[in-house]
């Protein structure tokens, strides 16, 4: 089947990219090719030590590799803020992947007392993106996931006190993500900026996302693997929506697999909820309001 891979990542010499959650998974495979095509990347992650373990692992592959940290928990919008200092301290950067998330975990809260997945996986990266926004120069990534499409908002109880399902909770947080892409793209363009805003999904990859799966289902990976894409092949879809020739902003990519479940990258597609323009002017100004960042946008 014909796509976008890893292949087809073109040379980045002289181009920054600092890339969310890259000391695994799909986020360490972004870092790791990114690197050896020339790029310097830096990692944002939580864990200082996991994120200098896989800076030596991709320097083990790319001798010489233009690799740097910042410390980034996105569970903690002070920390989000400090990150986003040192960001802005630093070197412009060409292109933002927001990788990092969290994937159906037991209920748990942020620093800030937000529903752990929403707040990670949408607050975080809101707040992080419209810190940092005018310091990016060509694209900023969002990641979403398939599980979109049977998301919804409920906006009187973004921090599921009336009761929490990891799932759906999920599904919720992957929707803010692809609806947040939109909206950040429209305001760009209206705003006459140059940087735009693309989007990406892995489709099924087996990932550290999994280990909050039930054990039934983490039991049954070994015999999915040959129908799901491994985490090299998951980040094929971030690695075009960041730097593919013919991507424009409000571009959503993801595997051409059958359901978009593995395969190389081509566009992929979004519910019309994810596309509704009320919806994201909805999700932009509660986040602005939850978070205190206005992107100014």
């Known amino acids: 089947m014909s796509g976008f891979t890893a292949e087809h990542v073109s040379a980045q010499t002289g181009r920054r990219f600092l890339v969310t959650g890259a000391n695994a998974g799909i986020g360490f495979e972004v870092a790791r090719i990114l690197a050896a095509r020339g790029a310097a990347v830096v990692l944002a992650c939580r864990d200082a030590a996991r994120a200098e373990a896989a800076m030596a692992r991709i320097s083990d592959d790319v001798p010489g590799a233009d ?4 410390r980034l928990d996105l569970a903690d919008l002070d920390q989000v803020r400090e990150a986003a200092a040192a960001v802005r301290a ?6 933002l992947v927001n990788n990092a998330g969290v994937m ?3 209920r748990s ?16 990266t ?12 060509d694209r900023i990534v969002v990641t979403a996931s398939l599980a979109h499409k049977s998301g ?4 009187s109880d973004l921090d599921a006190r009336r009761g929490y399902h990891g799932w759906s909770r999920y599904q919720a947080s992957k929707l803010a993500n692809l609806s947040y892409m939109f909206e950040l793209d429209r305001r760009l363009g209206a705003a006459g900026r140059a940087t735009q805003a693309t989007g990406a999904h892995p489709g099924v990859a087996l990932t550290e996302l999994t280990r909050h799966l039930p054990w039934p289902l983490r039991s049954m990976t070994p015999l999915a693997t040959p129908f799901f894409n491994s985490a090299a092949q998951g ?5 075009q929506a960041a730097t593919g020739a013919h991507v424009q902003g409000g571009d959503y990519l993801g595997p051409q697999g059958l359901g978009e479940i593995s ?15 009320k919806l994201g002017r909805e999700l932009w100004e509660r986040s602005v309001d939850l978070t205190g960042v206005d992107p100014g946008i």
């Open 126 to 137: 809101f707040a992080f993106t419209g810190l940092i926004h005018g310091h990016v120069d």
């Open 90 to 95: 630093g070197p412009r950067i060409d292109v």
């Open 67 to 70: 690799l740097s940290f910042v």
């Open 263 to 277: 395969g190389a990258s081509g566009p992929a597609r979004a519910t019309k909820a994810a596309r509704d323009p």
């Open 109 to 124: 809260l942020t620093a800030q007392g937000f529903e752990l997945q929403f707040g990670v996986n949408h607050l975080g």
């Open 104 to 106: 159906i975990p037991p």
């Open 152 to 155: 919804t908002i409920d906006f």
């Open 235 to 239: 980040a094929w879809p971030t690695l």
